[in-house]
């Protein structure tokens, strides 16, 4: 058990400081975003979802996506890193190590989805105790923004059952193949299902309310079915008990 933490503290190590860094650059450059958007149209936009919009969060978070999945597969790629030196020493299986790795990654992506959710939340409270001249809220008036904005309701589907189906095999996929990429990269081979995941989400993410069968759905599908593949060609064990 104790080198397993070993294994999980040494991963987690290696970028979390990176990823941490990013989601606070994400937050500081929304924000900045938002107030300036605020202060240019706060005379002709009375919508709060006009605001979001043309503060370009969407953007913005998919950057941040793709930076904190180069972070978390950089230390993997030997470029530098004695990563691979080590848990060869600590004579780990491979699969074990590759678990532990998806479990850093997911926890990692699931705080990226967090920073965004507090950020939406703490604009929207923000708007809503500087209403513009004309504008009105009440009580349902944040959950009709989830409900009818395609990037808010991607980050909380709310009541949307199929929402958080695509959005949990979109974090756990992510995790996977950023997993898988740095497994296969100590093997000196190169697993590409993480460009076909990155390139998908760039492109149909957010995707649209009331609309499941996207691109991005039939990428995750296809990803886990090619990951399965690969998973069963190559069964070996590379290591300890």
């Known amino acids: 058990m104790k080198r397993y933490i070993s294994v999980f503290e040494m991963i987690t190590r290696s970028s979390i400081y990176k990823v941490l860094l990013i989601l606070v650059g994400m937050v500081s450059a929304e924000a900045i975003s938002f107030y300036s958007t605020f202060q240019k149209y706060s005379e002709t936009t009375r919508n709060v979802e006009e605001y979001i919009q043309r503060s370009d969060y969407d953007l913005i978070f998919k950057i941040a996506y793709v930076l904190i999945t180069i972070v978390i597969v950089l230390p993997g790629m030997n470029l530098g890193s004695t990563q691979s030196y080590t848990l060869q020493r600590l004579r780990i299986k491979e699969k074990r190590i590759f678990w532990l790795q998806a479990l850093y990654n997911t926890m990692a992506y699931v705080l990226l989805w967090g920073a965004q959710l507090v950020t939406i939340l703490v604009s929207v409270l923000v708007y809503r105790n500087n209403l513009p001249k004309g ?54 081979k190169f697993a590409f299902e993480i460009l076909l995941l990155v390139v998908a989400m760039l492109i149909s993410f957010p995707r649209d309310v009331g609309y499941e069968f996207t691109f991005l759905a039939i990428s995750l599908c296809i990803v886990y079915i090619i990951m399965g593949m690969r998973w069963i060609l190559n069964k070996v064990d590379d290591g300890g008990e």
């Open 135 to 188: 504008a009105t809220w009440n009580n349902q008036s944040v959950f009709l923004l989830f409900y009818e904005n395609d990037f808010m309701h991607s980050i909380l589907p709310l009541e949307d059952s199929p929402g958080w189906w695509v959005l949990g095999f979109l974090i756990v996929g992510t995790a996977l193949v950023a997993a898988e990429f740095t497994k296969q990269q100590r093997r000196g």
